[in-house]
């Protein structure tokens, strides 16, 4: 079977599996979301938490109880890297320095990521379990919380509640993350990923020495990381070292599992507002970007510009031949469509247009069909920018699923999406205006891409890198922090605004002059406004970098 018709194949089962999913992973996460039971162990976590399971929230009470939270787990999380060395289990790791303790919290509590360390030579096993672990799950539980918050504003009338923060952050992660991350980690614990708490053997250097390589909990962190669509993981090159991702299948395992609650969320939308076809329209523009992401990143791979690209039929540089060109792609393609960061081949050596796309991936706002949660608030506020956009064409109101897109409604979803653009592109200009842009391996565009492509992974939550500049230094351990710490939180307050401004609203009643949301010209326009937006804010910017290299 030739390289290409694998990778054809390699998708359609992958399709056809979380199609079937859609439905049925779909239905039970609706299910714990609107359930009015709580479990022996949820009830014991309010009673410690204090909180009352049966009180609901306004939007700026479940914004406040989020925000509360995130910043415990940063203050947590910052100390344990800190004081690492004097806790056990401390396999004679140093404290983290305060710098990559401020980027290293940061990035796992808004669920991004980002490693300027080598995990299995910088965390001691506490930090990975107690702290990155952990935050793992929490994080990815509150990006499907406010989801869910924002799906209520949307499926409520004329109130100013959106739920429980405390309730919808437990009952996700005990019902939904810990249960399917049990599970996967079995899996890939018989594919032959490595779960063990050695204290390590002795490898020969190049320079003849030698180096301890310590264990660690290898599988359970790699499922966590892909289910909590997170980069990183116990080993930095995460999801392109053996021990992470033995095999080919495995590789299709840990896919399936970054793209099963994402994919699987649409479905939860289309039930909580009553009508299924709402579920297939968002499901639809997500599949349609992301297609074609997936088949353009595969054509500029396999048939990249350049002499040994030609000659040996495809662009195999910092490609692993476990998996071949192809899934290289399409994992590139898949794991920057949501925010997973996760990579089995090296960005950096990609062709200048290959390397573009999971660029404009990120750029999209990672929602096709995006992270846990995130892809699901981030496509329905390019829903109402749509419907927004419909409505000045014909001269009429805008309504979205019954509730009226105003002034108010407009300020919030323009805000959300002027965020992460001001934050790359601020970045960016920062790094090259001064000295810090000369930590970057290459000069001219493909050096700028490498500062452009760690700006947009950071703000956007990602965590992947392109690779080939260095960012481990005080400078860009912080403005990176601020970016991802900021592209975190500030679009979440636009989300759960909009939320709350919809919710207090009365539906208003279907007319002839009503847009149909569920039908394939909704589709077509909001593909379309995804797209253009994208375009016209950030095609300078790839016009500096992986479009002049291209050229």
């Known amino acids: 079977m030739s390289m290409t018709a694998a990778g054809v194949v390699f998708i359609l089962s992958l399709v056809a599996v979380l199609a079937v999913a859609y439905r049925y992973f779909g239905d039970y996460m609706y299910r714990v979301v609107v359930g009015s039971r709580h479990s022996v162990a949820e009830r014991g976590i309010y009673k410690v938490l204090r909180v009352n399971p049966e009180g609901e929230q306004s939007w700026k009470a479940y914004a406040g109880s989020l ?41 796992f509590v808004t669920n991004t990521n980002w490693q300027a360390y080598s995990g299995e030579s910088t965390m001691t096993h506490l930090s ?18 406010v989801a869910v918050a924002f799906v209520r504003g949307f499926a409520r009338r004329r109130t100013n509640e959106l739920g429980n923060f405390w309730v919808d952050l437990t009952r996700i992660t005990l019902r939904v993350l810990l249960p399917v991350a049990v599970l996967g980690a079995i899996v890939l614990i018989i594919g032959g990923a490595v779960q063990n708490f050695s204290g390590g053997h002795d ?81 639809a523009v997500m599949g349609i970007l992301a297609i074609a992401s997936i088949a353009l990143t595969n054509v500029f791979e396999i048939g990249g510009a350049g002499t040994v690209p030609h000659a040996v039929g495809a662009a195999l540089e910092g490609k692993d031949m476990r998996f071949g060109v192809s899934n290289s792609a399409t994992f590139a393609s898949i794991t920057t469509l949501t925010s997973t960061g996760a990579v089995n081949s090296f960005h950096d050596s990609y062709t200048a247009l290959g390397g573009m796309m999971p660029m404009f991936n990120m750029m999209l706002g990672e929602v096709a069909p995006g992270g846990v ?54 970045g960016v200009a920062a790094a090259m205006a001064t000295d810090n842009h000369m930590t970057m391996l290459n000069v001219g565009p493909h050096g700028f891409s490498e500062v452009l492509y760690a700006f947009t992974s950071a703000a956007n939550n990602n965590g992947s890198a392109f690779a080939g500049i260095t960012v481990n230094t005080g400078w860009w351990d912080t403005a990176l922090g601020l970016a991802m710490l900021f592209g975190r939180f500030l679009p979440i307050i636009m989300v759960l605004g909009l939320a709350g401004s919809l919710a207090s609203q009365q539906p208003v009643p279907e007319s002839k002059g009503t847009l149909p949301t569920h039908k ?32």
């Open 203 to 283: 490898v020969t250097t190049l320079t003849g020495g030698t180096q301890t390589i310590t264990g660690g909990p290898v599988a359970s962190q790699e499922v966590i990381k892909e289910l909590g669509t997170n980069g990183g993981g116990y080993m930095n090159v995460n999801s392109a070292h053996p021990f992470e991702n033995p095999t080919s299948w495995t590789n299709w395992i840990e896919l399936f599992l970054i793209l099963l609650i994402p994919v699987s969320l649409p479905r939860v939308f289309g039930r909580m507002v009553g009508q299924n076809r709402q579920g297939y329209a968002i499901i």
């Open 67 to 107: 925000l509360a939270f995130s910043a415990i787990s940063l203050l947590f999380l910052y100390g344990l890297l800190r004081l690492q060395n004097v806790l056990w289990p401390n396999p004679d790791f140093p404290g983290v320095t305060n710098h990559i303790a401020w980027n290293t919290a940061v990035s």
């Open 128 to 145: 990975q379990m107690a702290g990155l672990a952990v935050q793992n799950f929490v994080s990815a539980g509150v990006g499907i919380a």
């Open 520 to 551: 394939p010209l909704f589709v077509a326009m909001l593909v379309g406004v995804t797209v253009i937006l994208v375009a016209l804010t950030f095609l300078p910017a790839l016009a500096l970098g992986p479009l002049a290299e291209g050229l």
């Open 373 to 426: 949660g995130a892809g699901l608030y981030g496509m329905l506020v390019l829903a109402v920018i749509t419907v927004f956009v419909a409505g000045l064409m014909v001269g009429r109101t805008p309504e979205y699923l019954g509730k009226k897109i105003g002034a108010r409604e407009i300020k919030f979803a323009s805000i959300y999406f002027l965020i992460t653009p001001l934050l790359v592109l601020s």
